[in-house]
């Protein structure tokens, strides 16, 4: 058949599926058109999520640097402090065996006068030593008549006394001294049973 012989009903029928062909076809071009412009978007929107991961690990990352060096700022401090504080520890520690030497000397009876007088100037220096060693924070531990404390107390001897309480300290074998909050050596005592 060709389109002399075609009714105008069959022309109308061929018209309309022809439109429908051309609608169809503009149809699928914008759908192809609609989803290019949203494969773009999409990736686009893709792109800013990724940046903005990537942005906020890069700031979570910087703020963890600033806190470690500010950690590292605080330490630094805290041990120029705790040098500072603690720098005469050493030599008072070296120093506390000659208190002891000082006053194992001056408990010696003195008969003669030479001798009262050598008693008299080791005294004189013994003072004038403890006035220094106190000025640096050294400090005698209290220990006699006390609760026995294994924080500052040592104890090497123990004895029964029935005018102390259990666990107080009788005697005090040999001083102990701390430099400001820190014990520099333990008092060693003898301790009630």
Do not use: C, W
């Amino acid at each position: 058949m060709t389109e002399k012989n075609l009714t105008s009903e069959e022309l109308e029928v061929t018209a309309t599926d022809e439109e429908e062909t051309a609608v169809a076809g503009d149809s699928v071009e914008e759908a192809i058109v609609e989803e290019e412009t949203l494969s773009v978007e999409d990736e686009k929107d893709a792109e800013i999520a990724e940046l903005k991961k990537q942005l906020l690990e890069e700031e979570d990352r910087r703020l963890r640097i600033m806190a470690d060096l500010d950690n590292t700022r605080r330490r630094a401090t805290l041990d120029k402090e705790a040098l500072q504080k603690y720098r005469s520890q050493e030599v008072l520690t070296n120093l506390v065996q000659v208190l002891d030497n000082f006053e194992r000397g001056l408990s010696v009876k003195a008969e003669s006068e030479d001798a009262k007088s050598l008693l008299t100037g080791m005294e004189m220096v013994f003072r004038s030593l403890e006035e220094a060693l106190k000025s640096s924070g050294l400090t005698e531990i209290e220990a006699a008549g006390l609760e026995f404390d294994p924080n500052f107390h040592q104890a090497v001897m123990t004895d029964s006394n029935d005018n102390f309480p259990s666990g107080s300290v009788l005697e005090v074998l040999q001083k102990g001294y701390t430099l400001k909050d820190r014990v520099l050596r333990p008092a060693m005592v003898k301790v009630n049973e």
